[in-house]
């Protein structure tokens, strides 16, 4: 295909690479953008008008951009042969088999594409990283492109991605930074310097910064290692709030307003989800325990910890305020997908909530504006135990209990008049999120338990 300037492919069609290349497709009109992946299912999708995941203001940039310089493709060889540049996005999941089982990297995947790169490359690539990675990775892949030189240089570089689902495309569109570690040679320069121009067509200079390869693959795993610290963080005074009578948000706030801290990541919640945040923290543990750097590797493997005593917790007491039993209750959980605005499911604290349920005997109900496909996928053994219902109103009919799991903004906004009036009584509200209008929940006729404040109770 002739006209454009560079050839981008991106290997792994998931939420990531799906989503980053639409928006480099977007903004750079004189780049020809190709995305393949293994599943190919997927890749019809992405080609339909359903695509692959939701994520808001993806449809209208898929749509403009895709047949003009945005494509997806099955064909992996070809697609490798004519790009400039090959973006690696696939899975990296927590390894669950052998050494490292349950914490280390699962790098297969990772493995299987630079051998398909290397089968098929003809020319010069740069290599650009944008999988999470454990540190050194880039010198993995170099090993096992140059075994058997075939005469053909790749340059490998690291460009990890901080999106945040949800907010992805503005958090593509307007990074805080942009981040590009490579090597200190004159190929890694030259490859670094592809890279920033293909950012700079949107992305102000100040805000591409550039570093060593190592610092680079290390600094994405702090970050998250850093956010989810603050979830865990404020999680971990919610029970001292339940016990004492403090309010987790009025603490919250008051600590946040320290500008030294922030106010941003603090508000309390049944526990933080998501793709990410446990496998990255439990990979920066395996190789500070690789390096035997136990004392480090136990500081951060308590922010794992803390997540999941906050997920049980919650579960205790709503069998302890539920009068001890929650067999044949019905319970509806407002939310599965691991946070608002997007139909991912992964890790979702909702996923841990909803097994322990089932095997407390309670009947749930499921709702979820956007993702109860993939709930269904989730709990796929447990499936005849669980209704699934898009309508609020419908699902929590006849149940005992409401938990919101996830902050969607249309359950702030329903009738819980109405709602109160279809459930059966005692009802209960357990605000996993910290949403609702509590003192009016109470006010209807709820006992509504929220995170790290005092239940409001009918009952002594
Ligand atoms: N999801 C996030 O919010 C987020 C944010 C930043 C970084 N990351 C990182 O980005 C990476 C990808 O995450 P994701 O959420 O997009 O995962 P994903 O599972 O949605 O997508 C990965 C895709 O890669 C494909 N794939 C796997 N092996 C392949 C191969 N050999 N050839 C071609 N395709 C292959 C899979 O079929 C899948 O479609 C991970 O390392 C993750 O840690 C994710």
Request: aromatic share 10%; net charge neutral; proline share 3%.
């Amino acid at each position: 295909m002739g006209g454009f300037k560079k050839k981008i492919l991106c290997i792994g069609a998931g939420y990531v690479g799906g989503i980053t290349m639409a928006v480099i497709a977007d903004k750079c009109p004189d780049y020809r953008v190709a995305l393949v992946d293994i599943d190919h299912e997927k890749i019809d999708k992405w080609n339909s008008d359903n695509l692959p995941i939701y994520e808001p203001g993806l449809d209208e940039i898929v749509k403009r951009r895709r047949g003009k310089n945005l494509f997806f493709v099955k064909e992996m060889g070809k697609a490798i042969e004519e790009a400039d540049i090959i973006f690696v996005s696939v899975n990296t999941p927590t390894k669950m088999f052998g050494a490292g089982a349950g914490m280390a990297a699962d790098l297969q995947y990772w493995e299987k594409t630079a051998r398909e790169i290397k089968k098929y490359a003809r020319s010069d690539k740069v290599i650009v990283e944008k999988s999470t990675l454990p540190v050194k990775t880039a010198d993995a892949m170099e090993r096992i492109l140059s075994a058997e030189n075939k005469k053909v240089h790749f340059e490998v570089i690291s460009n990890p991605e901080f999106l945040a689902e949800g907010s992805a495309i503005r958090d593509l569109e307007e990074p805080d930074r942009i981040l590009i570690g490579y090597k200190d040679t004159p190929a890694g320069k030259r490859a670094r310097d592809d890279i920033v121009e293909l950012y700079a067509h949107w992305v102000p200079k100040k805000r591409i910064i550039t570093s060593n390869i190592w610092s680079s693959e290390l600094s994405k795993l702090v970050a998250n290692a850093f956010l989810a610290q603050r979830v865990s963080s404020i999680n971990s005074i919610t029970p001292l709030c339940e016990k004492t009578e403090a309010d987790i948000s009025e603490v919250a706030r008051a600590v946040g307003m320290d500008s030294r801290i922030g106010n941003r990541f603090l508000n309390a919640s049944v526990g933080f989800g998501g793709s990410c945040f446990k496998k990255d923290i439990l990979n920066l543990v395996y190789i500070c325990r690789y390096y035997g750097l136990n004392e480090v590797a136990d500081y951060w493997e308590g922010v794992v910890r803390i997540n999941e005593y906050q997920k049980e917790r919650f579960v205790a007491r709503m069998m302890d305020v539920m009068f001890h039993t929650l067999a044949n209750k019905r319970i509806c959980l407002f939310g599965f997908a691991f946070k608002a605005n997007t139909s991912d499911t992964r890790e979702s604290a909702a996923i841990y909530i909803a097994k322990r349920l089932i095997e407390e005997k309670a009947a749930l109900v499921i709702t979820d504006p956007k993702a109860l496909e993939n709930a269904k996928k989730d709990l796929a053994g447990d499936n005849a135990k669980v209704e699934y219902i898009e309508d609020p109103y419908l699902a929590s009919k006849g149940c005992d209990a409401i938990a919101i799991m996830t902050e969607w903004d249309i359950y702030k906004e329903l009738d819980y008049e109405k709602i109160y009036a279809s459930m059966r009584k005692p009802a209960f509200i357990f605000d996993g999120r910290n949403i609702l209008d509590h003192k009016r929940l109470f006010e209807i006729g709820f006992n509504v338990y929220p995170i790290g404040m005092p239940g409001l109770v009918h009952f002594s």
